[in-house]
């Protein structure tokens, strides 16, 4: 499997290349440090997955992922971004990435969004949905949960981990990872990240949405 990993700082490139081997050995990484790089990159082979951050030396916000999205035949591109970014999530999300990455995020929430990207590559389906399963098909399991459990996969859906779920729904932490397991089995998802992709559709995307690919702390 290809996959280009573009960013401006060495170490952060470094980084991600350590998530992508811990996730999996022989799989073939470049390294890019500008757009201009990355394109002649992409100009000469076809990569799976490109880990794009979007602030780099020659170019700048969201005309970096619109250079890489709007390639012909693109990869499947995962967003970085970091603290001093302003680009809203909402906006980001709108396009055709498949992923956010948060680059403060914990390296085991990291890896978990990038091993699901990586399993979506290798089985042919797009990130943004479960295997096998369609919006008319969802549509009922999701309608057929309790009201709280509805209230859970929308914070799930938003990004939130099980701590601020329960805050927000004044639950105990531990009532919230029961809710979140069962609302993974009737859903047929194997992770967070597949839930909250798989029951996203059903609550719209809301400019203020706080919506990630969430970590497994459930």
Same mark, same amino acid.
Request: glycine share 6%; proline share 6%.
């Given at each position: ?11 952060l490139?470094l ?17 890019a440090?500008?757009?201009s ?7 000469k ?11 780099? $030396? ?5 005309? +970096? !992922?619109?250079?890489?999205?709007? =390639?012909?035949?693109? @990869?499947?591109?995962? *967003? ?5 970014d302003?680009? $809203?999530?909402?906006v980001?999300?709108? +396009? !055709?990435?498949?992923?956010l990455? =948060?680059k403060?995020? @914990?390296?085991?929430? *990291? ?5 699901f ?24 399991v999701?309608?057929?949960l ?29 009532t919230?990872k029961?809710h ?17 992709l798989?029951g996203r ?15 497994k702390?459930?």
């Open positions: 499997m290809q996959i280009l990993v573009v960013d401006r700082y060495p170490l490139r980084g991600l290349k350590a998530c992508l081997n811990r996730i999996r050995n022989g799989l073939e990484v470049d390294e440090s500008t757009l790089e990355a394109q002649a990159f992409l100009d082979k076809h990569y799976h997955l490109v880990v794009l951050s979007l602030n780099l $030396p020659d170019s700048a916000g969201m005309d +970096t !992922a619109t250079a890489v999205l709007a =390639r012909p035949s693109p @990869p499947d591109v995962a *967003i970085c971004t970091g603290q001093g302003e680009y $809203p999530q909402a980001i999300l709108e +396009t !055709a990435a498949r992923a990455i =948060r403060d995020w @914990p390296l085991e929430r *990291i890896v978990d969004v990038l091993s990207l990586l399993r979506g590559i290798d089985s042919g389906e797009r990130v943004s949905n479960g295997p096998d399963v369609t919006d008319d098909k969802l549509s009922p999701i309608a057929s309790s009201p709280r459990r509805r209230e859970v996969l929308e914070f799930l859906c938003r990004g939130y981990r099980n701590k601020e779920i329960a805050r927000a729904l004044h639950l105990e932490e531990n919230v029961v979140v397991r069962y609302i993974m089995r009737r859903l047929g998802a194997t992770s967070r990240t597949q839930a909250a798989m559709p059903a609550f719209g995307q809301a400019s203020d949405a706080k919506w990630d690919l969430p970590s702390d459930c």
